[in-house]
């Protein structure tokens, strides 16, 4: 006689989890979405399954994909996921991926301009409230650049091994992490930047601000371009008079 354990954990789960099952869950959550449970395991490492056995192949790959993008080793069986520690093939992986991130799509600002101008003037042209457009058009410039919700993924999350090669990789990891970081911002503070500007209105408190280092560089006359073409040219009649009337 066999128990079937597709839909539970193996062992007996602990009523606390721990960070890094906190961790692992939200990075297939935003995968998978609902559904997803982790548990531990005893000799460590997590288990990953999901509620519903609809296309449970499929994305047990996708997550695996994106906890070995995180670092970690990873083994899918036919009703769950195992995740095993951290890995030296896998840290590296993450490694060139963020190299790959900083010396393409995080150099192209011309191309989150142009999204941020595109987003922004369909919300506008639907009614979206002109107050909430620059942190809406910056959620979604963010995940279309993917390295913001995979940086924020792992926050919290103590990365450290026993094993001074994977020690070594793991400080590799976080100092390019850190250049991804920057450079991510730079990107949503020009999609906020740009937004603003389609909405007509004024920044928010608080809200990021970035200057390109040369006024005169292609990427500012690309997104003065942008905007300038998006914008009603049109001059409100009341506005008309009043300068008139001057």
């Known amino acids: 006689m066999t128990m079937d354990t597709s839909g539970s954990s193996w062992f007996q789960e602990d009523p606390a989890p721990s960070r890094q099952e906190q961790v692992v869950q939200r990075i297939c959550v935003r995968v998978a979405g609902s559904g997803v449970h982790v548990a531990s395991l005893p000799l460590g490492g997590v288990q990953v399954w999901l509620d519903s056995p609809r296309h449970r192949w ?5 997550m695996a994909r994106e906890l070995r993008l995180a670092g970690w080793h990873t083994e899918t069986g036919p009703d769950r996921l195992l995740l095993l520690g951290w890995s030296a093939v896998c840290l590296s992986h993450r490694a060139r991926m ?4 900083l010396a393409g799509r995080l150099t192209d600002f011309d191309r989150t301009a142009f999204t941020a101008v595109m987003i922004a003037t369909s919300l506008s042209h639907r009614g979206f ?3 909430d457009l620059p942190g809406e058009v910056e959620a979604r410039c963010g995940d279309a650049l993917r390295w913001p919700a995979r940086l924020a993924d792992l ?4 990365r450290g091994s026993s094993l001074e090669p994977l020690r070594l990789r793991l400080a590799q990891v976080a100092g390019l ?4 970081a920057r450079r991510c911002g730079e990107h949503l503070a020009l999609a906020s930047k740009v937004a603003r500007t389609v909405a007509g209105g004024a920044a928010p408190a608080g809200a990021h601000t970035w200057e390109p280092a040369d006024s005169g560089s292609s990427t500012a006359g690309l997104t003065e371009r942008m905007v300038g073409v998006s914008v009603p040219n049109s001059v409100p009649d009341g506005a008309l008079s009043a300068g ?3």
């Open 58 to 62: 499929r994305f047990y790959h996708r």
């Open 98 to 101: 963020l190299r790959a991130a």
């Open 129 to 131: 409230p002109a107050g």
């Open 155 to 158: 926050d919290g999350l103590e």
């Open 177 to 180: 992490e850190a250049k991804v």
């Open 244 to 246: 008139t009337a001057r």
